[in-house]
């Protein structure tokens, strides 16, 4: 059973950076899709980020030109580099697979999520 772990969390400032990374166990993501979901407080979990199978990534407007998603090289898990953060990035970061290997944006189409990070971004 493929278990993911988020870390890299943590309390910033206005314009901080963070860098987020997704171990995982149990399997390899090799051919998954994977992508980075948030909630924040009294929202519903949206998309952030997803990257293919095959490298491409997909960005939500709300984060495009800011953060930067990535895979390593070796786990094929997800990385999300956050920059120029804002108050309103504030959330749990979760990471998810899709065996499915597209990096679907809507959260029903992942196999295998995450615990989550807590970013708190201060003004």
């Known amino acids: 059973q493929v278990q993911l772990v988020e870390s890299g969390g943590g309390s910033v400032q206005t314009g901080a950076s963070l860098t987020l990374t997704c171990a995982v166990s149990?399997?390899?993501?090799?051919?998954?899709?994977v992508a980075w979901f948030r909630q924040g407080p009294g929202k519903e979990r949206e998309f952030v980020a997803s990257?293919?199978?095959?490298?491409?990534?997909n960005y939500a407007d709300y984060v495009k030109g800011r953060f930067i998603i990535s895979r390593d090289n070796a786990n094929y898990t997800p990385i999300l580099q956050m920059n120029s953060l804002k108050p309103e990035d504030t959330a749990v970061y979760y990471c998810?697979?899709?065996?499915?290997?597209?990096?679907?944006?809507?959260?029903?189409?992942?196999?295998?999520w995450g615990q989550g990070t807590r970013v708190t971004v201060s003004s």
């Open positions: 998810a697979a899709d065996g499915g290997g597209w990096g679907d944006p809507q959260p029903s189409g992942y196999d295998y």
């Open positions: 149990g399997g390899s993501l090799g051919g998954y899709g």
């Open positions: 990257i293919t199978y095959n490298g491409d990534a």
